[in-house]
């Protein structure tokens, strides 16, 4: 598509700090694109970053960015591609200079600009923040981006802004939007979002992953137009499939209900019209903006304390009596002053009867401590562990010798006045350009979808969800999110009936005394429920077996329920 400026071409190169390394040069060279995109940051990175910056002061960002650019700095600039990335973590300004000796060393003439004012750590106790904290960061939105690009950046840098401030800001600059262009700013939004996780837009982690060849899917791009509607697209010939379905499921992603909250924008989910436009072509369009909040979500991390586990092999037959015995024996061996603050045993059933192999034949005892004092999870709890080895049940091992345990964090989010948050883009030249937070806000007040009329009643069948609904879940902090989405009207008059907060209960029993919530999203044919306090204290501190909740939507698709023959019946069924 000629470079006419009615449509800006973002692509996505990375969904999280260890993505594809290649990503880069494939959406470079793939075909045309205005602006390349990288997301690096997700919560559990902004600790791990925290850890790196204790280490060296000179640290905090994603090295694995400035390996990029060593390979492709100078193919982007040959194609006239912009670079925005939010690689600079904690420390964003470290990162725009190491890019600048980088591009000194290569013989390449870039200009860098970065973003900061996200990091409140050294703000702590004036904005109100909680002591014992390794960062706290603002997530700022996309028009200090916007600045930096205006100021003449081929590439900019970011700290802690909005995963769709990435593709925002670009927006910002190309079409000139202001505060006040809301549609156009949720517009955008919504573009980036489903941008932002690469790949899981494109078919990957998706629920109906065997109707595409996926092997390798490519990454998303967007032609994003001035009124802020997208065509959600990838380069051709590379691998997945962009759909209405892969396009749905990420804007299921760790989202919520109709009201998408930003620091630019509060962009309506429940206004999203999505359109195929052939293959690999998805519009979106009739997106509606509201005034963003006046306050600004910091994530703090911190540590939580230290944390080790042991897991134990069982083979065979009497799995429950020997799981028993072991606890009992470990029970009696932990001394008491040496009793870890939070024991948790997980029994996980792996094992087949007459199995032929002995790993088939097996089950995992997972036992997992947590104290704030190192010691508790260390040396004392691996002897207790391993002195049952010539006395405990018959077949007795573990998967791996204990270790001395480690240190684990804890994300949670706090709300300060975006007044108060110095929001600054550094150009080029080294101007510093301050960026005022937005003139109006609003407090959003959700709208809750109206249910479809449902089916006739009629016969049923005991079977799987996941023949005839997708779903996809994740994280934020210690809540999960899992969205539902139908892929026919049938389907959708069904399910928005069927998979009420009550029978999502009883389909998922860990969730019962959770308090869980459930949003309608009609447009979408889809629910999205949020599940509090599912994974503890985060990611970090690994409360659950699958602790960012990445499979829950798999395990909710595997539960069997009385479903409509018609629905089972139907073409929209996979095989």
């Known amino acids: 598509m000629a470079r006419d400026g009615t449509v800006l071409r973002i692509g996505n190169a990375s969904g999280f700090y260890g993505d594809r390394f290649a990503a880069v040069r494939e959406m470079l060279t793939g075909g045309p694109l205005d602006v390349l995109t990288g997301d690096y940051l997700a919560e559990l990175t902004m600790l791990i970053l925290a850890r790196d910056r204790l280490k060296d002061p000179s640290l905090g960002y994603a090295r694995t960015f400035l390996r990029q650019m060593e390979e492709c700095l100078g193919l982007a600039r040959d194609r006239g591609v912009r670079i925005v ?157 962009v759909t209405t379905g892969t396009v749905t499921a990420q804007l299921l992603y760790e989202t919520g209900g109709s009201h998408y909250l930003g620091p630019d924008v509060t962009a309506r989910l429940d206004t999203v019209r999505l359109t195929g436009q052939g293959p690999d072509r998805v519009r979106i369009d009739g997106v509606r903006g509201e005034a963003p909040p006046s306050t600004l979500k910091v994530g703090l991390n911190r540590l939580g304390g230290h944390l080790n586990e042991v897991v134990f092999v069982l083979a065979g037959l009497d799995i429950e009596a020997k799981a028993a015995l072991v606890r009992r024996q470990f029970d009696d061996a932990l001394p008491p002053a040496a009793r870890p603050a939070e024991l948790r045993w997980t029994l996980a059933r792996t094992d087949h009867p007459d199995a032929p192999a002995e790993e088939a034949a097996s089950a995992l005892l997972r036992l997992a401590a947590r104290d704030p004092d190192p010691a508790k999870v260390g040396r004392e709890l691996g002897k207790a562990a391993v002195e049952l080895g010539l006395s405990g049940y018959p077949g007795f091992h573990l998967t791996a010798p204990p270790g001395p345990g480690a240190p684990y964090g804890v994300f949670s989010a706090a709300y300060v006045d975006a007044k108060a948050v110095e929001h600054t883009a550094v150009l080029p030249d080294g101007r510093r350009i301050a960026v005022p937070p937005p003139p109006v806000t609003g407090q959003a007040r959700p709208v809750e979808g109206e249910l479809p009329e449902p089916l006739p009643a009629g016969p049923t069948r005991r079977a799987p969800l996941g023949l005839v609904a997708g779903a996809r879940s994740g994280d934020k902090g210690g809540d999960a999110n899992l969205g539902v989405w139908a892929r026919s009207a049938d389907g959708w008059r069904w399910l928005a009936h069927a998979l009420t907060v009550e029978k999502l209960r009883e389909l998922l029993p860990e969730t019962a005394e959770l308090t869980v919530t459930r949003h309608v999203l009609p447009n979408l044919r889809a629910v999205n429920f949020t599940l509090t306090g599912l994974l503890g204290e985060g990611v970090a501190a690994r409360h659950r077996f699958d602790p960012q909740a990445k499979a829950l939507g798999e395990w909710l698709r595997s539960r069997h329920l009385d479903i409509p023959t018609t629905l089972l019946d139907s073409p929209e069924a996979p095989l």
């Open 85 to 241: 990335v939010n690689a600079g973590g904690l420390n964003p300004a470290r990162l725009a200079e190491e890019l600048r000796a980088l591009a000194r060393r290569l013989g390449v003439e870039a200009a860098v600009a970065h973003v900061e004012g996200d990091d409140l750590l050294p703000r702590r106790a004036e904005l109100g923040l909680p002591d014992g904290l390794l960062a706290a960061n603002a997530y700022l939105g996309g028009f200090g981006v916007a600045a930096c690009l205006a100021g003449g950046a081929d590439v900019v840098v970011t700290g802690r802004v909005t995963d769709a401030a990435l593709v925002v800001g670009p927006g910002i600059a190309h079409f000139g939007w202001t505060p006040q262009d809301l549609d156009a700013l949720a517009g955008a939004v919504v573009a980036g979002h489903v941008l932002e996780c690469g790949a899981q837009a494109t078919g990957g982690n998706y629920a109906f992953f065997h109707e595409h060849d996926v092997t390798r899917p490519g990454f998303p791009l967007a032609e994003l137009h001035a009124d802020g509607s997208s065509v959600i697209t990838k380069h051709p010939g590379t691998g997945g499939a």
